[in-house]
């Protein structure tokens, strides 16, 4: 490290330790908007890990539905519903 370096960083941490604490007043709407935002992260969060758990019962129940439409149209080609020839 160069001595131009050193110096900067040194400078650097002397400017942050002097800073002085901000007496600022935040009010409710801060506090309300942080709440609302972490809501609606774990909101988001709890959808996919949801979707992603139902997504192979999803996948499983049209899988039999299919089934089901095929074995009621394959009963209806037989030919056997209601004619006597």
């Given at each position: 490290?160069?001595?131009?370096?050193?110096?900067?960083?040194?400078?650097?941490?002397?400017?942050?330790?002097?800073?002085?604490?901000?007496?600022?007043?935040?009010?409710?709407?801060?506090?309300?908007?942080?709440?609302?935002?972490?809501?609606?992260?774990?909101?988001?969060i709890v959808a996919a890990v949801?979707?992603?758990?139902?997504?192979?019962?999803?996948?499983?129940?049209?899988?039999?539905?299919?089934?089901?439409?095929?074995?009621?149209?394959?009963?209806?080609d037989s030919g056997g519903m209601?004619?006597?020839?």
């Open positions: 490290m160069t001595s131009q370096t050193v110096r900067l960083i040194a400078v650097t941490i002397f400017v942050c330790m002097a800073a002085l604490p901000a007496s600022a007043y935040v009010g409710p709407g801060a506090g309300l908007g942080l709440v609302a935002a972490f809501g609606a992260l774990l909101t988001a949801g979707f992603l758990l139902l997504w192979p019962l999803r996948v499983r129940r049209a899988r039999r539905a299919r089934e089901r439409q095929a074995a009621i149209a394959a009963a209806g209601g004619r006597d020839d």
